[in-house]
Structures are given as C-alpha cells and as structure tokens.
C-alpha cells in the first residue's frame, strides 16, 4: 500500500537543470557497457536511489539502490524495469509543466510513505542532452528510514552514545514513540526516557565544549 503525503504541486522548485553530452551519457549510463566507469561507480554506490526516465516511462539507467526501491514500492510486479505509479506521478507533473515553463528549470518533490512506516523523498527534475532535444527525467529517491538509521549512527560516535543509547536513539530517529521503542528493546518506558535524557544532556555537554 502506497500512501500519498503533501499537496504535489506545492512541492516545485526551480533549479539548475543538468546536462550532458549524448556521447557521456551512453558511457555512463549503458547498463550494456563493460567499461568500468568511475561515474558509474560512485553512483552505484549511493545510499540514495537513481533512475534516468524517458518521456515514455521507459527505464535508461537505474543504480541498485533505485531497483530495490522500485521493488519496494512494486513487489507485486513482474515485470522488468517497471516504473511503480507512485514515482510516475511525480513525474507526470513535471511533464506537464515542460511546454508552459519550458524556460524554467524547475523539480517537482513529494514524499511517499509505505504502510510499514518506511518513507521515501523523491525528486524528478530534467536531464537535457546538450547534442540532442531530448529531456529525459533524472529521478532521486531517498530512503528516509537509512538516511535517519546512518544519521543516528554519526550521532552516536560523535557525542559518545553507550550501545544502548545508540539503539534508543537510532529508533527515536525513526521516529518510533517511546513506548514502541520500550516494546522493541525489551525494556521499560521510563529506562527509555532516563536514555533519552542522557542524550540531549551528552548533546548540549558537546555544543557546550
């Protein structure tokens, strides 16, 4: 189940639209290419997912992060390279607004939540071959629950968390209530609050310092 968070038209921003060669383009983003990219590396290496869209839906380029993303938000579907309706949309906005603003560089941002409380932020906006006429939607998909579990993981080693305090603190990012916290580590609501306070007393010691 797919929920919808936020009005999609408010979420539009101008930008700076990104472009390249046709000739780069095919080398870094050939999923057929053999040749070890260092583009390509990085970005298969991002915590964030990629896909590089056509105007049609058809899939150019996506990195492992945007796949299992995709099959996330599409588990039921058996096809390949599918495109899940909750990404498309996002894209479609973007899409009607390309003869209108066809001056503007502009992304269109939404936040989608899943029914196990996972959240994804997905960003679409242009990605314009300088040799050809083509716009193509670069797509970024953050994962919300990684990006706020590496957070917590910083947090804990820079103002020196215990082990169970990083626990506590890596699942109050994840925005769980204390007293699912208290349920999912086994221990009381008020040794869970006693952690909590430790931590913003660690917190304002380091900003103190």
């Known amino acids: 189940m797919v929920i919808f968070s936020g009005e999609l038209k408010s979420n539009i921003e101008t930008v700076k639209t990104s472009k390249y060669s046709s000739k780069a383009f095919k080398e870094i983003y050939s999923q057929k290419s053999k040749q070890p990219y260092w583009l390509q590396y990085i970005i298969e290496g991002l915590v964030d997912g990629v896909l590089v869209l056509t105007q049609q ?3 150019v380029y ?5 796949r299992q993303i995709c099959h996330q938000l599409a588990p039921n579907q058996s096809q390949k390279n599918f495109v899940p309706s909750a990404i498309w949309r996002v894209c479609e906005l973007l899409l009607a607004r390309l003869e209108p603003f066809a001056d503007q560089e502009m992304v269109v941002n939404n936040e989608i939540k899943l029914a196990n409380s996972f959240s994804f932020r997905i960003r679409v906006r242009w990605l314009v071959l300088e040799e050809s006429a083509c716009h193509y939607f670069l797509v970024t998909i953050e994962d919300q629950h990684q990006a706020r579990k590496i ?4 947090d804990a080693k820079k103002y020196g968390l215990t082990r169970r305090e990083a ?3 890596s699942l109050h990012q994840s925005k769980l209530s204390y007293t699912e916290i208290a349920d999912k580590l086994y221990i009381t609501l008020n040794t869970v609050k006693k952690h909590i306070k430790n931590i913003y007393a660690k917190q304002q010691g380091f900003i103190e310092n």
């Open 62 to 66: 996506a990195n492992e992060c945007g």
């Open 167 to 169: 626990e506590v603190w």
């Open 151 to 154: 957070q917590a993981i910083a």
């Open 57 to 59: 839906g058809e899939w």
